[in-house]
């Protein structure tokens, strides 16, 4: 069971957010941008390793899944969803899902496990987004999808920001192994899913 399951009632508690958008006349470009940004900004502080700055990276990774919603949300009321928008966003959530995870490995020093974690990371978006270019729907589901990162990297690093270890591990390391492992086997679900339908 993913967090994208909860999407239909995300989309509902965007509604407010969707209005005040539009008040200040962003676009989804903008806040697809500005989610980037704060992508950007929690590397940062995850490269910088200390309690505050794990705190910062908590709440700037909060908001940017916050944003990565509302950017299509705000697409679709004001009637400017295109593919065009959509590839910036993809493009995007790719380059902060990298920023991230390296941002998380170079603080921890373990950059061979960071690799593993966003090759796992990048290889499970692959496979969503590949099943939509042979014809089927866009996966989201499995056993890890980018709600589901989002939110063990927050609760991960609040974590982080309390006590640098748990029962004499880091939270940020034990996070990269799961990216590492549940990423690949998701992607291999995805896969396995996809084929099944193809076959």
């Given amino acids: 069971m993913t967090l994208d399951?909860?999407?239909?009632?995300?989309?509902?508690?965007?509604?407010?957010w969707v209005r005040a958008a539009k008040t200040?006349?962003?676009?989804?470009?903008?806040?697809?941008v500005a989610a980037f940004g704060l992508a950007v900004v929690a590397a940062a502080a995850f490269y910088v390793g200390t309690p505050a700055a794990y705190a910062v990276g908590a709440v700037c990774v909060f908001f940017n899944g916050w944003l990565d919603l509302l950017d299509g949300a705000l697409a679709r009321e004001v009637g400017t969803a295109s593919e065009a928008g959509d590839l910036l966003d993809h493009v995007l959530d790719r380059y902060a899902d990298v920023v991230v995870v390296?941002?998380?490995?170079?603080?921890?020093?373990?950059?061979?496990?960071?690799?593993?974690?966003?090759?796992?990371?990048?290889?499970?978006?692959?496979?969503?987004?590949?099943?939509?270019a042979v014809g089927l729907d866009r996966v989201y589901g499995g056993l890890l999808?980018?709600?589901?990162?989002?939110?063990?990297?927050?609760?991960?690093?609040?974590?982080?920001a309390i006590t640098p270890t748990v029962a004499g591990y880091s939270p940020v390391v034990?996070?990269?192994?799961v990216f590492a492992v549940v990423g690949h086997l998701t992607a291999i679900q995805r896969f396995v899913s996809a084929w099944r339908q193809l076959a």
Avoid: E, H, I, W
């Fill in 145 to 160: 999808g980018r709600a589901d990162r989002l939110a063990l990297v927050g609760v991960t690093a609040g974590v982080a």
């Fill in 24 to 32: 200040v006349g962003a676009t989804p470009n903008t806040v697809s």
């Fill in 102 to 132: 390296t941002g998380a490995a170079a603080g921890v020093d373990a950059f061979g496990l960071g690799l593993a974690a966003v090759t796992g990371v990048l290889l499970t978006s692959y496979l969503g987004t590949q099943a939509q």
């Fill in 5 to 16: 399951q909860f999407r239909p009632l995300a989309n509902r508690l965007l509604d407010p």
């Fill in 174 to 177: 034990a996070l990269l192994v």
